[in-house]
C-alpha cells in the first residue's frame, strides 16, 4: 500500500515535469514567432529609427518643454505663424482666441521667477496682453515645494492686471500635489486660495493631448517635408513615451496583449526557464533583453495594483477626506499618498498627522502605511509621549512600528520583496487586479483609517492648540 502511494506521487511530480517541459516549449515557440514578425515588419519598412530615443531625451522634460515652445511660438523657426498655437488653443484647450490676439503671444522657456525670498523656473510662459498661461510639464519628476503657488503668486505680483491660466501637463491627467499647491485648492477648473476666492484657471492635460496637437499640426504641414518630418519623429517619440507606438513590434506589448495567459507561469519560473531552453531560444532572449522585459512587465503589473489602489481609496475617501499623491502614482520612494482632513492641516510646526502609503525602494516595491506626521514636534516613542490619545492609538496598534515620520506603520503583509511566491502573486494580479486590491490592500487599510479616524480627530481638537 506504502509503495503504491510512493509510486503515484513519482508520477504526479514526473507529469509535472513533463508539463512545465511542455510549457517552456510553447514560450519558445511564441518567442521565436515573435522574432519572425518582427523581422517581416522591418523587411516592409518599419523601424525603431527616433532621435529622442537615440540621444536619451524620451524623458528629458526640459526638452520636451523646449520642442512644444518652439511650435506655440508665432515667431518661432518653422515659420507658420500662428498656426500651431492657433491649433493648441482650439483642439486642446477648447478656446478660441482671435488671430490678432495670437501674434502678440510672447512664449518663454524656463521663465525665472521670484516671490517671497523663493526663486524657480515656469517650464513654459505664454503671455497675450490680457492673459499669462503658466505651462508646468511633468513627465516623471515630482512637484518641488511650493511650484504651482509661487508661480501663480509671483505672477500676480508681477503683472497683476492679467488673468493668470495654469495648465498642467503631465502623462496621466494627475493634480499638483498638496506640497506644491501650498494651501490652494482646485474646484471646477479653478485655483482658490483659503478664502475660497479664486485666482487662477486650472486645466489639466496629457501627452495624449500633445499627441493629437502635433498630429493636427502634421496634416497642415505635410507638404513641407523638412517640418512634416521634424513632427513626425516627436510624434514617434510621444507615442513611445506613452508606450502605445504600434507600428514596431514591442516585445512587452506582444507578451501582454497577445499572450497574457502564460504570464503567471513564466513570471514564477523565469529562471528556471533560462536553465532548459535550447540555444536558439536562448540567443533570442539575450537579443531581445528578455531579463528587461520581464522586470518591465512586473513592474507595469505592480503600476496596476498602485493604479486600482488609487481609485478604490479616492471613491471611499474623497468625499469626506483629501487625498494627494507626490509621486506615488509613479512609483517613487518615499513620495506618498496622503489621507487627511481639512482640520488636521500642518499649522505653525504644531504637527499635523495623516494616514499615508509610501514606498520604501522605486519601482512600486516595498508598500507600507501607517499615521504619518509632518512634525517631529510629536514625539515616535512610548517613553517620550505625553499624549493619552498618541498612546492609546499606539496601544491599539501593536503590529505597527514607530519612526521619526510615521507615528505608527507597518509593510502591507503581500509585500514585494521576494519573501511571496512572486509568480503566484503576478498570476492574482493577471486574474483579477480588482479581488487582487481588496484581498491585499485595500480592505485592511480602509480598516486602519475607520479605526483611528476618531482618535485623531480628538487629538487635532483637544491637543493641538
Given amino acids: 500500500m506504502e509503495s503504491n502511494k510512493i509510486e ?32 517581416r515588419k522591418q523587411l516592409r519598412g518599419f523601424n525603431e529609427f527616433n532621435f529622442f530615443k537615440i540621444l536619451g531625451l524620451l524623458s528629458d522634460e526640459v ?59 515656469i517650464d513654459i510662459l505664454l503671455e497675450s496682453e490680457t492673459d499669462v498661461y503658466i505651462i508646468e510639464n511633468k513627465i516623471y519628476a515630482s512637484d518641488g515645494y511650493n511650484q504651482i503657488y509661487k508661480y ?30 501650498n494651501g490652494l485648492k482646485i474646484k471646477n477648473n479653478v485655483l482658490i486660495d ?44 510621444i507615442e513611445d513615451l506613452l508606450n502605445i507606438r504600434e507600428e514596431t513590434m514591442n516585445l512587452k506589448d506582444y507578451l501582454m496583449k497577445n499572450h497574457q495567459y502564460i504570464l503567471g507561469d513564466l513570471l514564477e519560473n523565469y529562471n ?85 502609503i509610501e514606498f520604501g525602494q522605486y519601482n512600486y516595491n516595498l508598500m507600507y502605511y501607517g499615521i504619518a506626521k509632518y ?6 516613542s512610548n517613553q ?15 503590529e505597527f512600528k514607530t519612526s521619526n515620520y510615521y507615528l505608527i506603520w507597518k509593510e502591507i503583509p503581500y509585500e514585494w520583496k521576494g519573501k511571496i511566491d512572486r509568480g503566484v502573486y503576478y498570476k492574482e494580479i493577471l486574474k483579477d487586479v480588482d479581488l487582487f486590491v481588496d484581498k491585499y490592500y485595500f480592505n485592511e487599510i480602509k480598516e486602519f483609517v475607520e479605526k483611528n479616524e476618531d482618535k485623531i480627530d480628538e487629538y487635532i481638537k483637544n491637543e493641538i492648540k
Fill in 8 to 39: 503515484n506521487l513519482c508520477k504526479i511530480l514526473k507529469d509535472y515535469e513533463k508539463e512545465k517541459e511542455y510549457f517552456f516549449e510553447k514560450v519558445c515557440k511564441i518567442l521565436k514567432n515573435f522574432s519572425i514578425k518582427k523581422r
Fill in 63 to 121: 526638452k520636451h518643454s523646449r520642442i512644444i515652445a518652439e511650435f506655440l511660438n508665432p515667431y518661432g523657426c518653422h515659420f507658420q505663424e500662428t498656426l500651431f498655437l492657433e491649433n493648441f488653443f482650439e483642439q486642446i484647450l477648447k478656446v478660441n482666441i482671435n488671430i490678432e490676439e495670437l501674434k502678440k503671444i510672447k512664449v518663454f522657456v524656463e521663465k525665472h521667477i521670484e516671490y517671497d525670498g523663493n526663486e524657480g523656473r
Fill in 152 to 181: 501663480v503668486y509671483s505672477l500676480k505680483k508681477e503683472i497683476p492686471n492679467k488673468n493668470i491660466n495654469v495648465i498642467y501637463l503631465t502623462l496621466d491627467k494627475r493634480d499638483p500635489s498638496e506640497k506644491s499647491l
Fill in 194 to 237: 483659503k478664502h475660497n476666492k479664486p485666482i487662477a484657471s486650472f486645466v489639466n492635460i496629457t501627452y495624449s493631448d500633445i499627441l493629437k496637437w502635433m498630429k493636427f499640426n502634421l496634416e497642415e504641414v505635410k507638404n513641407i517635408s523638412n517640418l512634416k518630418e521634424a513632427i513626425s519623429q516627436y510624434i514617434f517619440a
Fill in 272 to 356: 528556471e526557464f533560462k536553465s532548459k531552453i535550447d540555444k536558439e531560444c536562448l540567443e533570442f532572449i539575450k537579443k531581445e533583453n528578455l531579463d528587461e522585459v520581464i522586470e518591465n512587465i512586473k513592474i507595469d503589473l505592480r503600476k496596476k495594483v498602485v493604479l486600482k489602489l488609487y481609485e478604490k481609496l479616492k471613491e471611499t475617501f474623497s468625499a469626506k477626506y483629501n487625498i494627494n499623491q507626490d509621486g506615488f502614482l509613479n512609483g517613487e520612494k518615499w513620495s506618498p499618498l496622503l489621507i487627511y482632513k481639512d482640520n488636521w492641516k500642518y499649522d505653525n510646526n504644531k504637527g499635523k498627522l495623516s494616514f499615508a
Fill in 375 to 380: 512634525s517631529e514636534n510629536i514625539p515616535y
Fill in 384 to 398: 517620550n509621549i505625553n499624549s493619552n490619545i498618541l498612546k492609546n492609538i499606539i496601544d491599539t496598534n501593536k
